[in-house]
């Protein structure tokens, strides 16, 4: 079975810098990782790897430090990894991402299943895997839990509004991999593997044949309008009395704000 | 000259990181007040090549350049210092000199389970009546055949309550112990292998220090590490190796009181504002963060140069006495900080004031490393 699977690099949720002026992110190579959504879709790509062969191709789109995460997703499994890189998708939206994401894939070639997390902790949109499987016109199912193979079809779970739903799909799919559990951590050998057995293969704009008016700021619906900060206020009550009296109280307090029912 | 970090080295920090926080950092108080050794976490350390990291990859080891071993122990003794020394350790002064002075039997035979963390290292030099002076031990093994019988009273054994490989150093001569100083490997279980009672020590809690005692203990000779009178020279390569790893270590304890201090100084308000905005604490914080930073980069500068196949000997002894002054010193600094609360079991930096004490004492304490800096600067020419 061969998979794709998408990742991004996000810069780490205390050391968020944004551009006053494009309100786009400030990307540091020395706080950026691999989005945390995205482990459990290697995770899932390396289990089904392992159950029925094949590959796991790790593709993401982004400025030349974001080749870090594909050494990353070498070190985790991946057994290719391809950089979308380009000047000119600065700036793109889910749907110029999608876009170019979908140029690359296609460029790859055959697979059978593409994985994604279910969304990114910086963005936070949950938009792009969706989005890259309309742009593929694929059939795709968000927060999926378990993936089997039987001949043409997936047979998938997921956990929704309190269900667990079975549903099948026809290959090729698109899934976007819901968190759950703990994600296995790489050995050293594993990381020192990665960077003697592979190479990063960085594609551009012509790479792709891809349309210059669909990608970056032409390319996307939605732009930032405004940004600001919101400051969130604590405040520290004291509730007095005996221990009885102050667990009864705070009980009160948490119904009355929906924390517990 | 790049003093930056590539993206190899960055990752394994990030992995050890990550592993540390997850699985030391829940449970590094509770074993440090129980004096427990997490046998629970140390089992997953070995299918990261944690207990590997720089053996041959023929034996299963990592095979790792020195700055990334050293970023590895920096990040676990970051979380977990009794941890970091474990593994320091067992890397540095267990699994280097049998890769380095072993015979291709000794490296087969010993080596996997090592590197694998099947199994547990220990050093064993340190006597009642021997340390700083290693020529003044009183263990003995005496050949019969085709073994030693070992008579051996080692004390401070760290990793000593869970080891199962040890190299001991004792002499085959015991009219002339400069000449018959060696190497051995004895394993536990020996018949006549015994552990001693464990150390109750001020700081390194979780590492179950203790004493290793041999009564007419029989070793085969097939054992003995590198060839008879040899043991001085292995353990003083085994221990300008093992100093950086100590070094390494001190940094990571050093980092965590900065870490520590920083927070706190953030959070607690006093005179109405926090304590980071009065400039007492401000210049107490600057000078940690540099002292730290200068530790770290003698430390990686003595990994390099053990890298290049340089003269060891002087880089390493700097980087322990410096980076071990400073985690004394920093932690010091940062239970300063913490005013009342820095003297309590409530709050981390008490725990890394101890364990930082640690570091300028074993490995070759401050006064060892002097002397050995001394002599490296007094042998060299003028430039």
């Keep these: 079975m061969n998979i794709i699977v998408c990742i991004k690099q996000v810069v780490a949720g205390d050391r968020v810098k944004l551009d006053p002026r494009t309100y786009s992110l400030v990307r540091s190579a020395e706080f950026s990782y691999i989005n945390p959504f995205d482990l459990y879709a290697l995770d899932m790509a390396v289990q089904l790897k392992k159950e029925y ?52 894939i296609r460029k790859i070639g055959k697979f059978d299943l593409i994985l994604c997390g279910v969304r990114t902790t910086d963005g936070d949109t949950g938009q792009v895997g969706p989005q890259l499987a309309e742009e ?32 099948e799909v026809s290959a090729p799919a698109l899934f976007t991999i819901s968190p759950k559990g703990a994600v296995r951590i790489p050995s050293l050998i594993e990381i020192q593997d990665a960077f003697t057995k592979y190479s990063i293969e960085c594609w551009n704009l012509e790479d792709l044949n891809a349309d210059p008016t669909k990608v970056g700021t032409s390319g996307s619906g939605t732009w930032v309008e405004g940004l600001t900060p919101i400051a969130e206020e604590k405040s520290c009550v004291y509730i007095e009395g005996d221990p009885r009296q102050q667990a009864r109280i705070l009980l009160e307090k948490l119904i009355e704000k929906s924390l517990l029912s | 000259m790049d003093l ?24 590094a108080k509770e074993i440090d007040e129980e004096g427990r050794f997490p046998w629970e976490v140390v089992e997953k350390m070995g299918p990261l090549n944690l207990f590997g990291m720089q053996a041959p990859r023929q034996y299963g080891g990592a095979q790792l350049e020195s700055i990334s071993y050293c970023l590895v122990i920096e990040e676990i003794s970051r979380v977990c210092a009794s941890m970091g020394l474990m593994l320091a350790v067992h890397n540095s002064v267990v699994v280097y000199p049998i890769s380095q002075f072993g015979n291709d039997e ?6 996997p389970p090592l590197a694998s963390g099947d199994k547990i290292g220990a050093f064993c030099l340190t006597e009642p009546n021997a340390g700083s002076d290693a020529m003044a031990i009183e263990s003995t093994a005496i050949r019969d055949g085709d073994s030693y019988i070992v008579n051996a009273n080692k004390i401070f054994v760290t990793n000593g309550g869970v080891a199962d490989t040890l190299i001991l150093f004792v ?37 179950p220090v203790t004493s290793i005692i041999l009564t007419d203990c029989r070793v085969p000779k097939a054992n003995l590490l590198g060839r008879e009178g040899e043991g001085f020279n292995i353990a003083m390569a085994a221990l300008d190796i093992g100093r950086i790893g100590i070094a390494a270590q001190a940094v990571g304890i050093a980092q965590a009181a900065l870490d520590a201090s920083l927070k706190y100084a953030k959070e607690r308000i006093q005179f109405r504002v926090p304590l980071a905005r009065h400039q007492a604490i401000q210049m107490m914080l600057a000078d940690m963060g540099t002292m730290v930073e200068a530790a770290r980069l003698l430390t990686l500068k003595a990994a390099h140069v053990r890298d290049q196949g340089g003269e060891l000997s002087g880089p390493s002894a700097m980087a322990k006495l410096f980076a071990g002054r400073t985690a004394s010193k920093v932690a010091s600094m940062g239970v300063q900080i913490h005013g009342g609360y820095g003297y309590s079991k409530d709050y981390p930096i008490e725990r890394y004031f101890r364990d930082a004490r640690a570091t300028e004492i074993y490995e070759g304490t401050n006064e060892i490393q002097q002397i050995v800096i001394a002599r490296e600067l007094l042998k060299g020419g003028e430039d």
């Design chain 2, 4 to 27: 930056t970090l590539s993206i190899q080295q960055k990752q394994i920090r990030r992995m050890v990181r990550q592993f540390a926080k997850a699985e030391l950092a829940p449970i």
């Design chain 1, 136 to 167: 593929l016109d694929l059939p795709h199912i968000s927060g999926v839990e378990k993936v089997e193979r039987e001949k043409e079809l997936f047979r998938v779970e997921r956990i929704s509004d309190g269900f667990r739903e079975v549903l």
């Design chain 2, 171 to 207: 002499s085959v001569d015991p009219e002339d112990v400069k000449k018959g100083f060696s190497a051995i490997l004895v394993e536990r279980g020996t018949p006549g292998f015994e552990v001693g009672l464990l150390e109750n020590n001020c700081g390194m809690r979780a590492n």
């Design chain 1, 53 to 104: 062969s094949g590959s796991i191709t790790a593709v993401t789109m982004g400025p030349k430090i974001s080749e870090e995460v594909l050494w990353e997703a070498l070190a985790f499994g991946a057994d290719r990894a391809v950089l979308l890189s380009d000047p000119r998708f600065t700036a793109s939206d889910t749907l110029a991402t999608s876009y170019v994401l979908g140029m690359g």
């Design chain 2, 106 to 111: 000794q490296k087969a035979k010993f080596l």
